[in-house]
């Protein structure tokens, strides 16, 4: 059902790769893999509504009608700019490589400026929180192919690395003993990226047929 639910509601949604989205107002969306948005334009109002995954937005100026991006309870502005929205399970995370943005969560809260390398995150029943300033080039790697994991957990980065594989990647075990690992993976070779994490954190990959993947 809620697969369902994401493919009746979403305008656009990506499978294990990255996708690009031309916008009707000229603005470009890249939606990274597995990720899905709802656009709705009219004549006084640019919204695009984050179901799933993470997208940069680079968006096309226009004084009469401002560009917004709702994910969860909270709202992410376009201030002339281009920026990255990402909605996990409990979190939505907002980072900026060009201009500026604002940040409000609950929608009608009060904002959060960001500017270039800035970000900050908000959750379901928590306010908007600044996070530690990034370079403005690794905003958005993943357009370019390549997944930036800085002290991630294992257990995330197998994730994230399965998000760009074209079958399933299951998990035997518990991974969460195992220290965080930092990496440059090439997201566009996915099953080079996977034997690259498995041999940092000591993992051991099983393929089986019709491209499943297990960890372990």
Not at 43 to 61: C, K, S, Y
Not at 165 to 193: K, M
């Amino acid at each position: 059902w809620p697969e369902a639910w994401l493919r009746l509601q979403a305008d656009h949604r990506s499978t294990h790769v990255v996708q690009n989205v031309q916008l009707p107002d000229g603005s470009r969306a890249v939606l990274d893999a597995d990720s899905a948005i709802v656009v709705r334009f009219d004549a006084h109002a640019r919204q695009v509504e984050l179901l799933r995954g993470r997208a940069w937005f680079d968006v096309t100026p226009d004084a009469e009608r401002r560009f917004s991006v709702r994910a969860g309870n909270g709202v992410v502005e376009d201030i002339s700019t281009a920026f990255t929205v990402a909605r996990g399970d409990d979190q939505v995370e907002t980072q900026v490589g060009q201009g500026r943005v604002r940040v409000a969560s609950p929608a009608d809260g009060g904002w959060t400026y960001l500017q270039v390398g800035q970000r900050a995150v908000y959750g379901e029943h928590s306010g908007v929180t600044r996070l530690g300033d990034v370079a403005a080039d690794s905003v958005g790697a993943w357009r370019q192919g390549e997944l930036l994991l800085e002290q991630a957990s294992v257990a995330d980065a197998v994730h994230w690395v399965g998000r760009y594989r074209a079958g399933p990647t299951f998990v035997r075990g518990d991974l969460s003993r195992l220290p965080a690992v930092s990496a440059a993976l090439r997201i566009d070779r996915p099953e080079q990226a996977l034997d690259a994490l498995a041999a940092t954190a000591g993992l051991k990959v099983t393929r089986l047929p019709f491209g499943v993947a297990i960890v372990q």
